[in-house]
């Protein structure tokens, strides 16, 4: 299987900065997307970023013009910077990656979650 680790979560101030990484490993073939997710108490996840395989990006309407996601093709990794953070955006931020993995020699599909990582912001 495909497993992915995020890491950069953590409590920050209103206005400030953080800088989450989620890094896929295993028998990767290929990545197409990449994503961010997160899921605040009480609601429901929700898209965040998602950025494919050649670059394109796609950002939830909260976060336009404050987060960059971005990605490393040859580390397998997708990042996603988060400037100007308000309380709202509080919540666990899941990394996302669908593509190909060898299983048994073959080339299978796979979708796969990171375990999640907390982000506060709060004064």
């Known amino acids: 299987q495909v497993y992915l680790v995020e890491s950069g979560g953590g409590l920050v101030q209103p206005g400030g900065s953080l800088r989450l990484s989620c890094a896929a490993s295993?028998?990767?073939?290929?990545?197409?997307?990449m994503g961010w997710y997160r899921q605040a108490p009480g609601k429901e996840r929700e898209l965040v970023a998602t950025?494919?395989?050649?670059?394109?990006?796609n950002y939830a309407d909260s976060v336009k013009g404050r987060f960059t996601i971005s990605r490393d093709n040859a580390k397998n990794t997708v990042y996603l910077q988060m400037n100007s953070l308000k309380p709202e955006d509080t919540a666990v931020y899941y990394c996302?990656?669908?593509?190909?993995?060898?299983?048994?020699?073959?080339?299978?599909?796979?979708?796969?979650w990171g375990q999640g990582t907390q982000v506060t912001v709060s004064s």
């Open positions: 950025i494919t395989s050649g670059g394109s990006t």
């Open positions: 295993g028998s990767i073939v290929s990545i197409n997307a």
């Open positions: 996302n990656a669908d593509g190909q993995y060898y299983s048994s020699g073959y080339p299978r599909l796979f979708g796969s």
